[in-house]
T-cell receptor, first 114, second 110 residues
Framework: DTAVSQTPKYLVTQMGNDKSIKCEQN?????MYWYKQDSKKFLKIMFS???????INETVPNRFSPKSPDKAHLNLHINSLELGDSAVYFC?????????????FGQGTRLTVV | EDQVTQSPEALRLQEGESSSLNCSYT??????LFWYRQDPGKGPEFLFT???AGEEKEKERLKATLTKKESFLHITAPKPEDSATYLC???????????FGQGTELSVKP
């Protein structure tokens, strides 16, 4: 039973399109994140939500809009996709933001913009 | 600004050849240092958390240690299945975000 699951695993789309990536966690965690991994494998945080409330928004273009309908879900919507958005996007969750516990990651969504 | 640097970027070992991976960090108030393993096409998989200098954690052939400036991941008698990218991350006082290093890609040949 997958702890953090995200869909789709692969996404190929044209420049200018709008797309969404969905994420769900069944760990009962309060905090969820979106990370971006570039071609050099460097993982950088984009957003974090704690119990449906936006906590971290890291200098991300406003074409990226996260949405958390409940604390088990954090979706990422991207408008007007650009070539530079091509990367692997990871969803993650952790128990609580103010606890020093590890984050659990999904399997990633490889986004290719052509 | 919190920062993590891992070395080497890539490491090739023969099966059974022990070695260490380095993670140097600067952070305002370390709340935790985390090691992850990432296989190709998969998400990072949690290995260890270290909280204070002098702490050590072990799991099978892996042992993680922590000082005030760096952490080491020691691999004893590695096997080909240990081949992966190993990521180090720190959690500081900047409010709940993991800062990752660029990873060390480990390849173990039989």
């Amino acid at each position: 039973d997958t702890a953090v699951s995200q869909t789709p695993k692969y996404l190929v789309t044209q420049m200018g399109n709008d797309k969404s990536i969905k994420c769900e966690q069944n760990l009962g965690h309060d905090t969820m994140y979106w990370y971006k991994q570039d071609s050099k494998k460097f993982l950088k945080i984009m957003f974090s939500y704690n119990n449906k409330e936006l906590i971290i928004n890291e200098t991300v273009p406003n074409r990226f809009s996260p949405k958390s309908p409940d604390k088990a879900h954090l979706n990422l919507h991207i408008n007007s996709l650009e070539l530079g958005d091509s990367a692997v996007y990871f969803c993650a969750s952790s128990q609580q933001m103010n606890m020093n516990t590890e984050a659990f990651f999904g399997q990633g969504t490889r986004l290719t913009v052509v | 600004e919190d920062q993590v640097t891992q070395s080497p970027e890539a490491l090739r070992l023969q099966e059974g050849e022990s070695s260490s991976l380095n993670c140097s960090y600067t952070v305002s108030g370390l709340r935790g240092l985390f090691w992850y393993r990432q296989d190709p096409g998969k998400g990072p998989e949690f290995l260890f958390t270290l909280y204070s200098a002098g702490e050590e954690k072990e799991k099978e052939r892996l042992k993680a240690t922590l000082t005030k400036k760096e952490s080491f991941l020691h691999i004893t008698a590695p096997k080909p299945e240990d081949s992966a990218t190993y990521l180090c991350a720190v959690l500081g006082n900047q409010g709940g975000k993991l800062i990752f290093g660029q990873g060390t890609e480990l390849s173990v040949k039989p």
